[in-house]
């Protein structure tokens, strides 16, 4: 028989509460100086940021690129989508 808490939380009626965005608001495109909602990084760990639209515009490009991914565009704050 598992702890008081431990019985509480397994049985506990709720939605898990969504991880906080990585991307503030202070994160900017590399390409222009809208809110960045991408960052991607290589095997070195050089990251880029991108707002949604350079995004998709050098998606074909950052596939070979990117070694790591953090994708915010369907947060439902993007408005460039």
Not at 13 to 18: F, L, Q
Not at 63 to 71: L, N, P, S, V
């Amino acid at each position: 028989m598992g702890s008081p808490v431990q019985t509480l939380i397994d049985n506990a009626d709720y939605e898990p509460v969504p991880p906080a965005p990585v991307l503030s608001l202070m994160d900017r495109c590399d390409r222009c100086i809208q809110r960045a909602w991408v960052r991607v990084a290589n095997k070195k760990g050089l990251p880029l940021q991108f707002c949604a639209h350079h995004a998709r515009k050098f998606e074909a490009s950052l596939i070979g690129f990117a070694q790591d991914t953090i994708d915010e565009t369907d947060n439902g704050f993007s408005r460039d989508k």
